[in-house]
T-cell receptor, first 110, second 115 residues
């Protein structure tokens, strides 16, 4: 079946540290891949997406590359800020259905 | 402003008392969906709708009903709520395109507690 697995959180970093949140997927077919972010008390917002292998999605300093050979879509940012503290969800979309990972909480300390 | 609205935002109720959570979008989206969010489980889809009068079950539909009589509205109905339906609920909408390149827009969430 189709599924998404994210690294367990919470992830705690100091400001300006490098961030990686791992995401791997299992899918029959060719999914689109997404990272969504949920700030405290809010709904999910699309952070970035990639629709085919080797595509790189990027937004607000975050990046993720669609790696078909490793079925991965790891989220990275070179220098995190306190305002990046949130829950990050990796997701795939296939045959019209969006499937989420369990979410990874990121806490950035000043 | 393009948005998805949900009401109520917070609700505490008792077992067996029917309730409805409303969802409305102003983007003329065809596709709408309901999710529940539980710790450690991420978001799981309850029901979705491809267009008016077209609805289908998601991964966890038991205990829920939906209807899509108008394009903009997609209410979630709990006929007889139980404590295991205590959760955070999100409505989402998107412009459905074959190929899976569309983006879903989420409402702010409804926190439901069933006692």
């Amino acid at each position: 079946g189709n599924s998404v697995t994210q690294m367990e959180g919470p992830v705690t970093l100091s400001e300006e540290a490098f961030l990686t949140i791992n995401c791997t997927y299992t899918a029959t077919g060719y999914p689109s891949l997404f990272w969504y972010v949920q700030y405290p008390g809010e709904g999910l917002q699309l952070l970035l997406k990639a629709t085919k292998a080797d595509d790189k999605g990027s937004n607000k300093g975050f990046e993720a590359t669609y790696r078909k050979e490793t079925t991965s879509f790891h989220l990275e940012k070179g220098s995190v800020q306190v305002s990046d503290s949130a829950v990050y969800f990796c997701a795939l979309k296939i045959t019209g259905k969006l499937i989420f990972g369990q979410g990874t909480t990121l806490q950035v300390k000043p | 402003e393009a948005q998805v609205t949900q009401n109520p935002r917070y609700l505490i109720t008792v077992t067996g008392k029917k309730l409805t959570v409303t969802c409305s979008q102003n983007m003329n989206h065809e596709y709408m969906s309901w999710y529940r969010q539980d710790p450690g489980l991420g978001l799981r889809q309850i029901y979705y709708s491809m267009n008016v009068e077209v609805t289908d079950k998601g991964d966890v539909p038991e205990g829920y009903k939906v209807s899509r009589k108008e394009k903009r509205n997609f209410p979630l109905i709990l006929e007889s709520p139980s404590p295991n339906q205590t959760s955070l609920y999100f409505c989402a909408s998107s412009s459905y395109l074959a190929g899976g390149t569309d983006t879903q827009y989420f409402g702010p969430g409804t926190r439901l507690t069933v006692l």
